[in-house]
């Protein structure tokens, strides 16, 4: 088999970890595999060259800036490339220059367009290692791109979809995905198999174990990824098309956010272009906005309740206050809002076929007592935002009330 | 006109120093001239990263270590080009493989081939400052390359050759070539100019400023090298072809060299293939043998003696005497030799045209009591091996006697 394997920065962190990265890649090869290893940066290297760079620019240049960072990687590879080789192993490090990682010119947040996989699969054909930069590209001018936070783990997937690799594996310090955060739920059971989709409803809503775009990446080329431990050798959890889960499962997993804040306009004049004129403001400041319930009254008026990330809510409200005030009212008299909320969501794509989920979901929490604030939907995910000091208590109840502690095999009703 | 400026890792070694080099920068292009820089890694920067790959291999892949250690280059590159911008000047960095720096794959000692310098030309045309990293390449395969210590002068020259640049600029921590050592010769006055001839000599013998290959390259190509201070202002020295010297003097400069000890071989059997045996042996194991002296005696017996680099000298007789018993004797009785000792050198063009400077040098030492133990000439040149004690002395009456602390026009005599 030909086999991708993803090192972050904590698995490369020191020469020591470099030697079990490299011990691990020549087990993976004694075993029969074709390897091909991605590799950050040394953890703490990229925020050591981006606090050098903000020394001397307070908005340093993106290109410049993708110029200096991307040397992170660089030189791991070539230290995970000695590192094998000192194991008695043949290996050859390839930056995103050599590869070739073609992506667009969007320095610090490029976006992979094409990979020419030859060289690498020359390599391979050789039974050398290839030791791949991740995070980096370069653009059709020759110039130095990054990919953006995380962007190791798209690099994986797109040199997984570019070799053809029978898996990607990426090696992380967690041993897999969990149905909730182990933290919360003691009973959380780490799952074999995902589905692409509801991992990427899972991953934008905190488990933040996959890079977002490595999992989109993964669902358009079909590859299968694989998210286990570098500590370990335990199978970790498979990411892969839906239709190869064995797990028909209704109920995947259980997450919450705690990272928001709710805003709510009431009382506002119901008419054509009131949602638009609201929202202008707010994105031309790039503040994201999530979740949005707007209710009819029968009075002509209409309640307008969104979430933003807590850092912008004070801002936001700021900017609506100024910018639409025949709306908000001229002292924002009616704009209020809630920082201490949570937003928890089940995810699953047996949803699509069981209609009950959303019932079963809300009984489980007004049994507990816990008072529904928003509710929003997805194709494969219901998101309730509660308040806040409710979110261990609600993730626990929806946790083992969708009996994600058993087996898929033991469970009863939904 | 085009100026090429050359910064070494003192000079950019802290974010404060990579700002002064911004604003030199900035102030020699409002002086209504196209610049163009090239830097090195920050100084200590290789070191640390070569320490690395020691870590992970005693004996790492020249290909990797040359990946890992152009990453120093490559920050300095776009940190200086985030310091000009920050000045308010418009800068862009160029990597090896951006310029396009064509070098042999010999890695960690490789050559250039060739020099595109269109990109760079495009950007000064435009009124940006090119900020090139210094000690790196790429070979036709797209393979990194690093030119080896004190590279980036070389970058510098080449750069300035590729551009036709009217003057290659060499920031260094001192303000110019001198006619000696000031740390020997308190009188040693600093040289407005001295020719490329003259400079190679002098590079060799210790006067350690410029890379010997990048005088060597600044000849073949008839680059103006201006060797001067990164904390001053005041002109340093140029280092021009020999017809432009104003300076039409005998002598340029007086040099030590502590750094070679002497193997002399005593009444060897004097018959054709003696010196070929005797050297191979040497340079299988890459030692490099400088002065070299053969006497032939009367009694069919000859004399040999030469110099190697001082840590070398054990190395050497050991491999003499298992290598060719025959020649120095099955216990190397025939072998002798002296840590002791220190090459003297007087350079100068002027003496190709004036036959008394060996006898001046010969008188002035022996005035002194200075025994003189071996003689070597090149045409602009001459050597004398002597004891290691006299070496402040010799250079000092040598200085003196050649009249060199004063200026060109007041010398009397030789």
Request: net charge negative; with cysteine.
């Amino acid at each position: 088999m030909l086999i991708v394997q993803k090192y972050g920065g904590t698995s490369v962190g020191t020469v020591e970890r470099m030697k079990a990265v490299a011990e691990r890649c020549l087990r993976t090869q004694r075993a029969g595999h074709q390897v091909a290893v991605v590799v950050s940066a040394m953890s703490g290297e990229t925020n050591r060259l981006l606090e050098l760079t903000r020394q001397l620019h307070e908005d340093p240049n993106d290109r410049e800036v993708d110029v200096i960072i991307s040397t992170g990687e660089q030189v791991s590879v070539g230290l995970v490339a000695l590192a094998i080789r000192a194991a008695g192993g043949k290996a050859r490090s390839f930056l995103g220059s050599q590869c070739k990682i073609l992506t667009d010119s969007s320095f610090a947040r490029a976006r992979i367009l094409e990979i020419d996989g030859q060289p690498i699969k020359d390599v391979l054909a050789k039974g050398e290692i290839a030791v791949i930069a991740g995070f980096q590209g370069v653009d059709d001018k020759g110039n130095i791109t990054t990919l953006g936070r995380g962007g190791s783990d798209t690099t994986g997937v797109a040199i997984a979809a570019a070799l053809g690799a029978d898996a990607c594996e990426i090696y992380t310090d967690v041993d897999g995905i969990y149905t909730s955060d182990p933290n919360i739920v003691p009973n959380a059971r780490k799952l074999d198999r995902i589905s692409y989709e509801e991992m990427l409803e899972l991953a934008s809503l905190g488990a933040k174990v996959l890079q977002i775009r490595s999992v989109e990446l993964g669902m358009k080329y079909g590859v299968r990824i694989h998210v286990r431990s570098s500590f370990s050798d335990v199978e970790g959890t498979w990411v892969v098309p839906e239709e190869s889960s064995m797990e028909k499962v209704v109920v995947s997993g259980v997450t919450a956010s705690r990272d928001e804040a709710k805003i709510t306009l009431e009382d506002l004049p119901d008419m054509p272009g009131i949602a638009a004129r609201m929202f202008a403001p707010l994105a031309d400041e790039n503040v994201s906005v999530d979740m949005i319930v707007q209710n009819q009254g029968y009075d002509g008026t209409t309640d307008l309740t969104f979430t933003v990330p807590k850092g912008d809510r004070k801002r936001s409200v700021q900017l609506l206050t100024d910018k639409v005030p025949d709306i908000v009212g001229t002292k924002g008299e009616r704009i209020s809002y809630d920082d201490e909320i949570c937003k928890v969501s089940v995810v699953g794509v047996g949803m699509r076929s069981h209609a009950g989920v959303a019932k079963t979901m809300f009984e489980l929490l007004a049994k507990e007592g816990i008072n529904i604030q928003l509710i929003s939907t997805s194709e494969i995910k219901i998101s309730v935002v509660i308040a806040r000091k409710y979110a261990e208590l609600a993730v626990r109840t929806l946790h083992d009330g969708f009996g994600l502690s058993l087996p898929p095999a033991d469970r009863t009703g939904l």
